[in-house]
């Protein structure tokens, strides 16, 4: 407000000014008209007003040419250099001027020496930069259904800053059958208005989604758009309509009370209580009213009362359905209900003959029951058909009267199957619907001796230690019979054989009732390494059935034997000798050997040497698993001449069982050993010749026993029809000791018992007296368990 006071007084002085120049002086003044359209950039040239008031342009600077008043905004300046009024700010119309007329800014400008004031007026010039608007994006209209076409409604009106041809020149509507669009001019504006050119239905269309564009008259021309939402209102215009003009049903006589026995549906296309339905009887006599009753918003006919095909057969009942408008509008209907007689009694069954016991062994087609069966209903309703249960091995013979049956097997029976049948009968007549009886009989399946005793595992294994107690139980057989009572009941008997020197039955007996095996005799693993039996079951039936097992017997090997000392070993039969060395021997040399025997296997004739009594530890040594004695150093003057060497041998079982020999070790002068090398060597070779004696009788023994095995087994593995690969392999290997080894298998494992010289990596079995090892076998077998009898 200041700032305009002052511009106030300043434009009063220059006017004062102006008056006194015209007064003193002559005053040159003129006045110039330009125009310049809104928007355009800064520095755009309007005119040269120095050109067009003929003014020197040289003399523009010094005589101060400017521009004293005109818009607030100093939309315009002169360029003094050249005398050229050009846009000083971005001009826009519609905030300058106010309407649509002609939109002036009238600039004074002043130049000094002599003093001039010129006029100049500029015409802003509209462009088309806005587009038309209305005030609220969405307008909402109600119609009744029943309004007459020609109404109309008053729209809202588009709004456009821009004036002349650039403002709202015309509206368009969304193409359609029941509106249009009328423009009207109210004062300068144009109002549109919504006419209804075609009735509306609301049953056809509920509702109208329209598009109102306003067009504005520039170049190119800039629109609006307006969202019409027209609701048609309901009237009750419309009557219900039922979806059949007559209904028909059927219902069962003897029909439980609330049984629906159809349902009328009528539709009204009005809304609100205009469509609401209600049904009702139209005439309703006191019959209809016992039996039946009707929902009167749903529209269900339901059973109220006794359904009697025999009182009526037909129904016939008229329904109306009116609605809840003013005034109500209503429709009828017919509904036609028959009535089906129903088959309401039952068949009934009667056993006239029963046998409750029959023998599993009877032929197909045996007679078991005589059956008959009634139906106090007539026609189609009468006639029963009977049928049995599913999966029983009989049927039914019809006879030749009707409604009588036979029944009688169809297969054969086995009691150890099936010992007992439930055979349901039912019996069904051809009414609608089908009504049944049914009665169960209960048949049992007496037993026939048809089933021998069964061994679940044949053959049997049996791992027996030796020494075994004489009379002492050493398995147990056992056998199942499918049978029943007498024909089950099982007794047991070894088969004897021939006597020959492998038959062992003689040796054995059994409990004919538990199938107790006994041993009569203690079996040595040194005479005795395997052999078989075979135990016969015999059921009590008549004729009786019996089947075998066999049973195959090793004799696991026990630590029962010494180790014998083959050398050294003196003319008296003691274990003792003498040895003469030179004194000039280097260490390490073979003073001599200890050679020993066990006769038993496995860790149990694994031999182990060890100096229990020595004269000097630190002239010899003793190898443990050889028994060689061996010298660590050379010998000294000082040593002893005679040296005296007691050998511990003894084997690895879990009593330990051993033997000694004295070794005496004579250090002679070099010389005197050669010249006694000659005496000894008879002795030499005799004492040898013995111990090869003892040996050959040994080896041989192992010998013999090694083929046997070998019969036995090969005998065995032709005599059975399955996979049996248990066996034994002997092997004698003499170095220092006799070494045995014996392999036989036990299910999934493999075990071999073996002597001094144990394979790496072979690892011991729990509970097999440390004499047997675990060997990997990928091979498996069905067989029986294994069994170890102490």
């Known amino acids: 407000m200041e700032a305009g006071g002052q511009r106030h007084r300043r434009e009063n002085c220059c006017i004062a000014l102006c008056i006194y120049f015209l007064i003193i002086e002559e005053q040159v003044s003129a006045q110039i008209r330009y125009s310049v359209p809104e928007e355009v950039k800064e520095g755009t040239v309007v005119g040269n007003i120095a050109k067009d008031l003929g003014l020197e342009v040289s003399s523009l600077v010094d005589r101060q040419f400017r521009i004293v008043s005109g818009s607030k905004e100093e939309l315009f300046q002169i360029n003094q250099d050249n005398g050229v009024l050009y846009v000083h700010k971005k001009i826009d119309r519609e905030s300058l001027c106010v309407g649509s007329g002609v939109c002036m800014v009238n600039l004074k400008t002043l130049i000094e020496n002599p003093l001039e004031m010129h006029y100049v007026e500029v015409e802003i010039l509209d462009i088309n930069d806005h587009s038309p608007i209305f005030s609220e994006k969405e307008e909402r209209l109600r119609i009744y259904e029943n309004t007459q076409p020609g109404a109309d409604y008053q729209l809202q009106a588009a709004r456009d800053a821009d004036s002349g041809s650039n403002s709202v020149r015309s509206y368009k509507l969304t193409p359609n059958d029941n509106f249009e669009i009328q423009v009207r001019e109210n004062d300068e504006d144009k109002v549109p208005f919504l006419v209804l050119k075609k009735a509306v239905d609301r049953e056809i269309t509920t509702a109208y989604n329209l598009l109102l564009t306003a067009v504005d008259?520039?170049?190119?021309?800039k629109s609006g758009a307006l969202?019409?939402?027209?609701?048609?209102?309901?009237?009750?215009?419309?009557?219900?309509?039922?979806?059949?003009?007559?209904?028909?049903?059927?219902?069962?006589?003897?029909?439980?009370?609330?049984?629906?026995?159809?349902?009328?549906?009528?539709t009204d296309k009005d809304e609100g209580l205009n469509g609401d339905i209600e049904y009702s009887f139209a005439k309703l006599n006191l019959k209809v009213q016992e039996v039946f009753e009707l929902d009167q918003v749903t529209g269900e006919i339901r059973v109220k009362g006794a359904v009697d095909f025999e009182d009526t057969e037909v129904y016939k009942l008229d329904i109306q359905a009116s609605d809840k408008g003013h005034p109500p509008m209503f429709a009828k209907s017919r509904v036609?209900?028959?009535?089906?007689?129903?088959?309401?009694?039952s068949p009934e069954i009667e056993i006239t003959s029963l046998s409750?016991?029959?023998?599993?062994?009877?032929?197909?087609?045996?007679v078991i029951?005589?059956?008959?069966?009634?139906?106090?209903?007539?026609?189609?309703?009468?006639?029963?058909?009977?049928?049995?249960?599913?999966?029983?091995?009989?049927?039914?013979?019809?006879?030749?009267?009707?409604?009588?049956?036979?029944?009688?097997?169809?297969?054969?029976?086995d009691r150890e199957t099936h010992s007992q049948y439930d055979i349901t009968i039912t019996a069904s007549d051809l009414g609608q619907p089908s009504l049944t009886a049914s009665t169960t009989l209960s048949v049992q399946i007496s037993d026939v001796n048809d089933n021998a005793p069964e061994f679940s595992i044949n053959p049997l294994d049996l791992y027996l230690m030796e020494n075994n107690a004489a009379g002492s139980s050493i398995i147990s057989v056992s056998a199942s019979d499918k049978d029943s009572a007498e024909n089950a009941v099982i007794s047991y008997h070894i088969i004897r054989g021939d006597g020959s020197q492998t038959d062992m039955s003689s040796y054995l007996n059994i409990n004919s009732e538990t199938g107790v095996v006994y041993s009569l005799k203690s079996f040595d693993f040194e005479m005795l390494k395997t052999f078989h039996f075979h135990v016969l079951a015999t059921d009590s039936g008549s004729p009786s059935l019996s089947s075998n097992v066999t049973v195959n017997v090793f004799i696991l090997d026990q630590n029962d034997n010494v180790p014998v000392i083959l050398y050294p070993v003196s003319a008296n039969g003691s274990a003792e000798g003498v040895e003469e060395i030179p004194r000039n021997v280097n260490a390490g040399h073979l003073v001599t050997k200890v050679r020993a025997y066990d006769a038993d296997i496995g860790y149990n004739g694994w031999l182990l040497f060890s100096l229990q009594e020595v004269s000097e530890h630190s002239l010899f040594a003793l190898d443990r698993y050889t028994g060689q004695i061996r010298t660590l150093r050379s010998f000294t003057e000082t040593d002893e001449a005679q040296h005296k060497l007691v050998i511990l041998v003894k084997d690895n079982g879990n009593v330990s069982l051993s033997a000694t020999a004295t070794v005496i070790v004579k250090v002679v002068e070099p010389k005197e050993a050669f010249a006694a090398s000659d005496v000894k060597k008879a002795e030499k070779d005799e004492e040898e010749n013995n111990v090869t004696f003892y040996l050959i009788i040994t080896l041989g023994s192992v010998s013999v026993l090694f083929v046997i095995s070998i019969i036995v087994l090969i005998v065995m593995q032709c005599s059975k029809s399955t996979d049996y690969s248990s066996k034994y392999l002997q092997d004698t290997n003499y170095d220092g000791t006799l070494c045995h080894s014996i392999q036989y298998r036990s299910g999934d494992k493999r075990y071999m018992l073996v002597g001094p010289r144990m394979s790496i990596g072979s690892t011991i079995a729990p509970g097999s007296n440390r004499n047997t090892l675990v060997i990997p076998d990928r091979r498996r077998r069905d067989s029986g368990e294994v069994r170890i009898t102490h």
């Open 336 to 345: 036609v209900i028959k009535i089906i007689d129903v088959n309401d009694n």
């Open 227 to 266: 969202n019409i939402t027209i609701t048609i209102l309901d009237i009750n215009d419309n009557r219900p309509v039922f979806s059949r003009e007559t209904y028909s049903a059927t219902l069962q006589e003897n029909s439980v009370i609330d049984t629906v026995v159809l349902k009328v549906n009528a």
């Open 217 to 221: 008259g520039g170049n190119p021309p």
């Open 369 to 413: 029951s005589l059956i008959s069966v009634t139906d106090k209903d007539a026609g189609i309703n009468g006639k029963v058909i009977c049928q049995l249960n599913k999966n029983v091995p009989f049927e039914l013979k019809p006879s030749f009267k009707d409604n009588m049956y036979s029944l009688v097997t169809k297969d054969r029976l």
């Open 356 to 366: 409750k016991n029959i023998p599993e062994d009877c032929k197909p087609g045996t």
